[in-house]
């Protein structure tokens, strides 16, 4: 990447890809930094995706397959930008590799994993369950290479990974590493964190067990999930036969986010749908304050939702909710308000639609940018060769974060240009 | 190419420890007809030291290499051997992690594999991009409002000649009609004055563009690269060679005369349309006698999110309503809004503009269901709801009604007409002339030369937008180098619809720069190949016409198809439709899949199946199956196929003549919410099939024998008992009475 004319994108996800991707397939080179051991961001970790129901890895999968295909897209994973200096045409990038301790040789066995005696938290699964300190992140990942995480690997007092492994992929003693970029345009794609739901004390966010977040929710009903695509409850495995969602846990609300999630509303019913066709006996129940699905497509599938008999969508704010010690059940007290009435009822499970956090909200990138008091990026204040797109401007859907990051990638494309 | 043949194969991953290396390559070698002394082996093929092995028969001549080892899904950076002819053998996911090791089946299994991917290597070839001469880069843009403009100042900006045909007088389009525009950035407070005016000038200064006003696409001929569009203006036509096209046609307010029940109509109901030009006069006053309107009601949902008028949401409207409520509040401190909503729709940050104008005590806010609008004497008006909150049911007086109009874009109309022409086609010749001439036509946008129809389709159910079938691909298109934007495809406020209007600039670029290299677009952006038909051979039976999904094959005077082919997007549905097999590409073709199937090896006991697997979705979840280690039904051959629209019938015949006991084609779903990246491969593939059984029958074979499998990519957990389940089936019906013939 030395012609200095490529456009650096932050951020692997799918605003990240697609503006690396489409930039480089109108002739421009692109550098894709992304934090995570893998690329494809939030939307891998999605069952499906809505309206549609199809799921997100057969368009990942494509645009895998266009980065394979092209010469013009370079991508590192566990790398984080560092320093950022110059201006339009002639940025002055530093990146920093954190050590991956597996490298290019790997093949993918799982023998490095099935050595590895320390179980962690399985992030991607939202901690619903554990893996090893050896992992591969998900079946789907790509690039699909082990990585060791050294929060929790005992490092050279162990080594069992690395005698298992038959490739010398494995090597505990990797250091971090210093790249240092030429770059005419930066993609800003960080994309966005969950809000954390234990802050929600009265929605019993983060303590009561089958109170569980929609991100959560996608995991439990992904086949490469914790519970291999069943949804089950987490405090006893149970199956999950009658669910509240609570929308805007923690969205549109001044003490917590004060914008709207955008997001929230197509996920929660879509979710309905997770639950109505794996168990074809059970009940949803929907709290909301508005139910926001616009356009042609996302009205249509609330239509189709609330035709459902088994389905109900109150319009009313949860005040309360609780845990029956005796059987983990969820109590859940909330106001009907177009029936001006208090309701009190009890679920085997409940998801709090919770919002949107954009990334730079706690870690800010390093150029001179200006934020709005919850963390996105104002896009006015950006100077020129500086692009912010997706998430990290505003709540925003995959449609839209598609489309944001192919004009950005014409925007890099201007900037490459100008800078002949 | 004169071939040089080098088969590699890797006995790393398991693979050494499951098969027979030696035999494999012995039994491959004899059973292709290859010299048994090119083919290698190596302990881990994708290390450098079996890198170097491959690389240094390439210096001395190897030009065709043949690498049974892992699926080709991975370690593509190590085995990338440009100037090769390089076949990729999944040996490993498809044998050696979901085989019982050592065993008779897997041993067959792996040398059919090995055998297939030799014969891929000596049916293929090469390929070189088919590159036309005269082609142009210049982008043409339809359409001069807020997503025009913008798609063609990003066009113009990263260097592209533009030319921009907008069909009235001025630029600008609706957003040149607002008084204000809704903010759009936080604190998201105050509105913002028009930026189109802006916009106007920089277009209209810019030397990219070439603008035509009062003109209108009267017929685009061609193909990307060539398309020669003929422009009409008030002083005649005149033809202009564009590359790519970008439809930003825009939308029309909901017809109001429809609203009745809302009071459309009387003299103090107006459209939200109407509210702007009002402000942009000055005061905000009633109609019907000039005064100033003190209690202004905004009724939103007007027309949409309704059965009987537009059942979807404009998407727009609650914002515009928003704005207009404070058009209201600052122009007259005195007066009240009143907005009626269904549900308040500010997503995203433009909350932030709701709690500001929630915060303001002259906006009243009230959720019910508008039930009709009547008179109140002296002009007023009463507004009446149910369902408010509480349940109660309302009457409120107003001085102004304004409805907040929903959209409707412009190519709809000629949607609609199109759709009444097909059906009307279908009754007969007759009947398609009395719906000619007693329909009336409305303005066509394009008025494409195409054989399969003169506008960009729109998917159905999406009540005429042109919106992309992909969550994931929001430029995906039925018509390669033709892309949609703005509220022709989605409804959309003005921002989004600039981030799309970027968007499609992006797109029309890479179609330009893809055409003049000979590479195919979206989602095959990396292919050279190309269809390369034996032309002699045509019976003109215009199959490859109607099926191919991007109306990419146009026929002559006398009925004889033929390709423009920088429209072509390459997934082979006419290679799966020609009944003469004459369509080729050189890297794939029906003789190619053909041969592969032949090769495969029947025992004489036992049973034997193929599956011909779509290469985007099924084959990675066979191969997500296979890293689960799950197992794989032995008696099971996977043929990737680059969509299921590619497969023809031939090779049913090429299957079941050789003795194969049952043909599965594994592809997406289809239907509505197809997820079918070639639109409609598998359902094609299906109504193919659907045919074939019915000869199977004749033959005396079960029609069961043949089955098409929908499968996404993430059912890779049950993939492998749908194929079991089938195989099972086929085992109950007994072997293919043509086994051994």
Known sequence: ?420 | MEKKYGVYICKGCSIGASIDIEKLGNTAAKETKIPVDIVKSHDILCSPEGIELIKSDIKSGTNTLILAACSPRVKYEEFDFPGTITERVNIRELVAWSQQPNTEDSQMLATDYLKMGIIRTQKGDLPEPNILPDLSSAILVVGGGIAGLTAALEAANAGYQVVLVEKEAELGGWAAKLYKETPREYPYESLIEPTIFGKIKEAESNSNIKIFKSAVVEKTDGQPGLLDVTIKTSSGSEIIRVGSIIMAAGWKPYDANKLGYLGYGKPNVITSVQMEEMAKRGKIIRPSDGKEAKKVAFIQCAGSRDPNHLPYCSAFCCGTSLKQAKYVREKNSDAVAMIFYKDIRTPGQSELFYKNMQNDPGVLLTKGDVTGVSDAGNGSLYVEAENTLMGEKIKVEADLVVLAIGVVPNTRAPQEYLDGLTEAGKKGDAAKATYLEGTPKPDFILNLTYKQGPELPSVEGYYGFADSNFICFQYETRRTGIYAAGCVKQPMNMSEAQLDAAGTALKAIQCVEHTAKGIAVHPRAWDTTFPDPFMNKCTSCKRCTEECPFGAIDEDAKGTPFYKINRCRRCGTCMGACPERIVSFKDYSVDMIGSMIKSVEVPEEGFRFIVLACENDAYPALDSAAINRKQLNPSVRIVPVRCLGSTNLVWVADAFSRGIDGLVLLGCKYGENYQCHFVKGSELANYRFSKVQETLNKLQLEAERCQLLQVAISEYDKLPDMINDFVKKIEDIGPNPFKGF
């Open chain 1, 1 to 420: 990447m030395s012609d200095g004319k490529s456009i650096l994108v932050i951020g692997g996800g799918m605003s990240g890809l697609t503006a690396a991707i489409e930039a480089a397939e109108a002739g421009n080179s692109a550098v894709i930094v992304e934090k995570s051991p893998f690329l494809g961001g939030r939307v891998s970790q999605l069952n499906k995706y809505f309206p549609k129901l199809c799921p997100p890895n057969c368009g990942l999968e494509i645009n895998f397959k266009r980065i394979k295909n092209s010469a013009d897209i370079t991508s590192y994973t566990l790398a984080e930008v560092e320093n950022i200096s110059g201006d339009e045409g002639n940025y002055d990038v530093t990146v920093k590799l954190k050590p991956r301790y597996v490298n290019d040789k790997c093949v993918g066995c799982n023998a490095c994993y099935e050595a590895c005696p320390v179980e962690m938290p399985n992030e991607f699964n939202f901690g619903l369950n554990n893996t090893r300190a050896a992992y591969i992140p998900h079946n789907q990942a790509f690039p699909f290479k082990y990585v060791i995480d050294d929060r929790f690997c005992k490092g050279a007092a162990c080594k069992k990974c690395a005698e298992a492994c038959k490739y010398d992929a494995i090597h505990l003693d990797m250091k971090p590493e210093t790249v240092k970029l030429k770059v005419s345009a930066i993609v800003m794609a960080t994309g966005w964190e969950l809000y954390d739901t234990s802050k929600l004390d009265i929605l019993g966010g983060g303590k009561i067990k089958n109170v569980i977040t929609n991100m959560q929710m996608e995991r439990l009903a992904s086949p490469n999930g914790p519970t291999a695509g069943k949804i089950l409850r987490p405090s006893d495995g149970k199956e999950v036969k009658n669910i509240a969602f609570v929308q805007c846990a923690g969205s549109r609300d001044e003490n917590h986010l004060a914008y709207c999630s955008y997001i929230c509303c197509m996920a929660s019913l879509k979710q309905v749908t997770y639950i109505r066709d794996q168990y074809p006996d059970s009940k949803a129940r929907v709290f909301y304050i508005d139910i926001r699905t616009p356009g042609t497509r996302y009205e249509q599938f609330y239509w189709k939702i609330k035709e459902d008999p088994n389905v109900t969508l109150t319009k009313g704010k949860v005040a309360k909710i609780t845990e029956d010690a005796a059987t983990g059940d969820v109590v859940l007290v909330a106001e009907d308000i177009l029936a001006g009435k208090k309701i009190t009822e009890k679920y085997d499970m409940v998801v709090l639609a919770a919002g949107m956090v954009p990334s730079t909200k706690a870690s800010k990138i390093p150029a001179d940018i200006k934020y709005t008091d919850d963390g996105f990026v104002l896009p006015s204040s950006l100077k020129k060769g500086l692009y912010a797109v997706g998430t990290v401007k505003s709540p925003l859907d995959v449609a839209k974060s598609v489309q944001d990051a192919t004009g950005a990638a014409v925007k890099g494309i201007q900037s490459a240009r100008r800078s002949k």
